[in-house]
């Protein structure tokens, strides 16, 4: 067991953290027409459904990929969709969107700290440490860099 050193520690967790849904859902892909009149690109659909609780949720993407890796433990892809900007998935499960990820994310990171910085004042110039588990894509760890004084620590299961 690994001992905790210094008085100012803060534990951000984003393993799994309100994606249990998501990550539970049955993802699908196919091609299919905008719905724009004839000649409009075809856009693939990105749909997530959770049966469970009667959610389904559909975006559509450009075609073409704008990134696909193939790492130890998935398949991450990203696509760019017209409302939403880039969209990013592993393993087919929609994980974010440009539009929508600085609202999920500003929760995850601020709330902790407004918390931890209630109960507790760093001393002047001393280092805030914080540890994000998960969190690959770096929207929690850049919203903790709008601190002074924090120290991060980024653990994430996939070095991609």
């Excluded at 559909?58 to 704008?66: A, D, G, M, Q, R």
Aim: charged fraction near 25%; proline fraction near 4%.
């Amino acid at each position: 067991m690994m001992s905790m050193s210094g008085k100012f520690k803060l534990w951000v967790i984003h393993a799994l953290l309100g994606l249990e849904c998501i990550h539970a859902a049955e993802p699908h892909h196919d091609a299919t027409d905008s719905g724009d009149t004839a000649g409009a690109q075809k856009m693939k659909r990105v749909i997530e459904e959770e049966h469970e609780i009667g959610f389904i949720q559909t975006l559509l993407v450009h075609p073409t990929p704008i990134s696909v890796r193939q790492s130890d433990y998935q398949t991450i892809e990203v696509y760019e969709s017209d409302h939403f900007g880039k969209v990013f998935l592993l393993d087919e499960a929609l994980q974010l969107t440009e539009r929508d990820a600085p609202h999920y994310n500003e929760m995850l990171a601020h709330v902790p700290m407004m918390e931890y910085l209630a109960v507790q004042q760093p001393d002047e110039g001393g280092a805030i440490n914080a540890l994000v588990i998960g969190g690959g894509d770096g929207y929690v760890t850049s919203e903790l860099l709008k601190y002074p004084n924090v120290l991060i620590d980024h653990v994430d299961l996939d070095k991609e």
